[in-house]
């Protein structure tokens, strides 16, 4: 084989070679570039009582506030005013009412309706809080006008709607009975209105609904609302809300609202301090707690290992002295007795004599050791029983 042949062989080997890495290079690229995409959570769905998502966050209704509505604020948006109303029948006398006037949608009534209210802005301008005349029914003879009188009535602290109520009452009468005496010359055309001095009625109407709290708190949070009359109006209060009839004092912890279950009270520092009150009250760090309830603990494994060892110790002692006085009489000990210890051994080797001397000079006494092993515990002993002789 040539060296060009050999030159050819080794190029054709090295292309494929490149081939092959090139296309191995290539499936590694594709493999690692297609991985599964899982969606991104957002918080549009977690919105709640109501909120909605706007791509960025959750827009919360009026009465709720959190990253996702999830807590009711503590105070409604004060309400200033009430409109309340006064009915009121008046008498013309120079008009008499017909079909056209009996339709409210006609040409003609929305005429007399439009020079009625003029008339009466002006007669009601001296009234506080007059907004305006609403036509309820028009009744035949000459014409009578059925109207309410619609007074819009301020919130004030220092005195209740009915008490206001009354005095606008009041004020209504007077100004009915001011326009029956300025209202009699009538003209003979019929324009303008001529009042008939002898008739006039004005009737209370019930004051509205005036419970602020049912018409704007849910009712999963209504029983943990009070409603109130502030320096802004009437309002509605939370339990959590300082100026609350029934306000829950959290000791500097977060007072919230639980839905159906009332105020909760959330305490600060949690991860250092413990509370032993559930209105974060009794408050205890956590390190000194738990250092001293480790120092006691400490102290009394001391104290009874003292207590076990001084016990085990007496114990041990008063075994020991008894045992040893149990053991003494019968220790296997090769000393012997002497009689000088109180025992004395009579022999064979001198016998008593009546007054108490020895027959034998030499002392009796010797040393001894007894044999209680020679001793026959099966041979009974009979004592004869003493007599006693009188002299």
Same mark, same amino acid.
């Not at 055309?189 to 009737?203: E, K, M, N």
């Given at each position: 084989?040539?060296?060009?042949?050999?030159?050819?062989?080794?190029?054709?080997?090295?292309?494929k070679?490149?081939?092959?890495?090139?296309?191995?290079?290539k499936?590694?690229?594709?493999?690692?570039a297609?991985f599964?995409?899982?969606?991104?959570?957002?918080?549009?769905?977690?919105?709640?009582?109501?909120?909605?998502?706007?791509?960025?966050k959750?827009?919360?209704?009026?009465?709720?506030q959190?990253?996702i509505?999830?807590?009711?604020?503590?105070?409604?948006?004060?309400?200033?005013?009430?409109?309340?109303? *006064?009915? !009121? +029948?008046? &008498?013309?006398?120079?008009?008499?009412?017909? /079909?056209?006037?009996?339709?409210? #949608?006609?040409?003609?009534?929305?005429?007399?309706?439009?020079?009625?209210?003029?008339?009466?802005k002006?007669?009601?301008?001296?009234?506080?809080?007059?907004?305006?005349?609403?036509?309820?029914e028009?009744?035949?003879?000459?014409?009578?006008?059925?109207?309410?009188?619609? *007074?819009? !009535? +301020?919130? &004030?602290?220092?005195m209740?709607?009915?008490? /206001?109520?009354?005095?606008?009452? #009041?004020?209504?009468?007077v100004?009915v009975?001011?326009?029956?005496?300025?209202?009699?010359?009538?003209?003979?055309?019929?324009?303008?209105?001529?009042?008939?001095?002898?008739?006039?009625?004005?009737?209370?109407?019930?004051?509205?609904?005036?419970?602020?709290?049912d018409?704007?708190?849910?009712?999963?949070f209504?029983?943990?609302?009070?409603?109130i009359?502030?320096?802004?109006?009437?309002?509605?209060?939370?339990?959590?809300?300082?100026?609350?009839?029934?306000?829950?004092?959290?000791?500097?912890?977060?007072?919230?609202?639980?839905?159906?279950?009332?105020?909760?009270?959330?305490?600060?520092?949690?991860?250092?301090?413990?509370?032993?009150?559930?209105?974060?009250?009794?408050?205890?760090?956590?390190?000194?707690?738990?250092?001293?309830?480790?120092?006691?603990?400490?102290?009394?494994?001391?104290?009874?290992?003292?207590?076990?060892?001084?016990?085990?110790?007496?114990?041990?002692?008063?075994?020991?002295?008894?045992?040893?006085?149990?053991?003494?009489?019968?220790?296997?000990?090769?000393?012997?007795?002497?009689?000088?210890?109180?025992?004395?051994?009579?022999?064979?080797?001198g016998?008593?004599?009546?007054?108490?001397?020895?027959?034998?000079?030499?002392?009796?006494?010797?040393?001894?050791?007894?044999?209680l092993?020679?001793?026959?515990?099966?041979?009974?002993?009979?004592?004869?029983?003493?007599?006693?002789t009188?002299?």
């Amino acid at each position: 084989m040539t060296t060009s042949e050999t030159i050819k062989m080794t190029s054709s080997v090295t292309n494929k070679t490149q081939t092959v890495i090139s296309t191995s290079t290539k499936t590694s690229i594709s493999t690692s570039a297609s991985f599964v995409t899982t969606p991104k959570t957002t918080v549009s769905a977690r919105c709640q009582n109501g909120g909605t998502y706007d791509g960025i966050k959750c827009i919360c209704p009026e009465m709720y506030q959190g990253s996702i509505c999830e807590t009711i604020v503590d105070r409604a948006p004060p309400v200033k005013t009430v409109d309340t109303s *006064v009915k !009121v +029948e008046l &008498k013309i006398n120079n008009k008499q009412l017909d /079909e056209n006037l009996m339709n409210n #949608q006609s040409d003609e009534y929305k005429e007399f309706e439009k020079e009625f209210k003029v008339l009466m802005k002006d007669t009601y301008a001296d009234l506080d809080g007059y907004k305006d005349v609403e036509i309820v029914e028009l009744k035949s003879g000459s014409i009578i006008v059925d109207h309410l009188v619609i *007074v819009e !009535v +301020e919130y &004030k602290e220092d005195m209740t709607i009915e008490k /206001e109520y009354e005095n606008i009452l #009041q004020q209504v009468t007077v100004t009915v009975n001011t326009v029956k005496e300025s209202f009699q010359n009538c003209t003979e055309d019929g324009s303008g209105f001529c009042f008939d001095p002898d008739y006039g009625d004005v009737t209370e109407i019930e004051i509205p609904n005036t419970d602020y709290c049912d018409k704007t708190i849910d009712p999963d949070f209504r029983d943990f609302f009070t409603q109130i009359v502030t320096a802004e109006g009437l309002t509605c209060l939370s339990h959590c809300d300082t100026l609350s009839m029934k306000y829950v004092n959290c000791s500097g912890g977060r007072c919230v609202i639980q839905k159906k279950e009332g105020p909760q009270c959330f305490c600060p520092r949690t991860d250092l301090y413990m509370y032993t009150g559930s209105r974060c009250t009794g408050k205890i760090l956590k390190a000194g707690l738990y250092g001293g309830i480790g120092a006691a603990i400490g102290v009394l494994v001391i104290i009874v290992a003292t207590v076990g060892f001084l016990l085990f110790k007496s114990k041990k002692t008063t075994n020991w002295d008894t045992d040893n006085d149990n053991n003494k009489w019968y220790e296997d000990s090769e000393e012997e007795w002497d009689v000088n210890h109180g025992i004395t051994n009579l022999g064979s080797q001198g016998e008593y004599i009546e007054d108490g001397s020895s027959g034998s000079s030499q002392s009796n006494k010797e040393k001894f050791r007894p044999r209680l092993e020679n001793v026959d515990t099966t041979v009974k002993v009979k004592i004869q029983r003493p007599e006693v002789t009188f002299v």
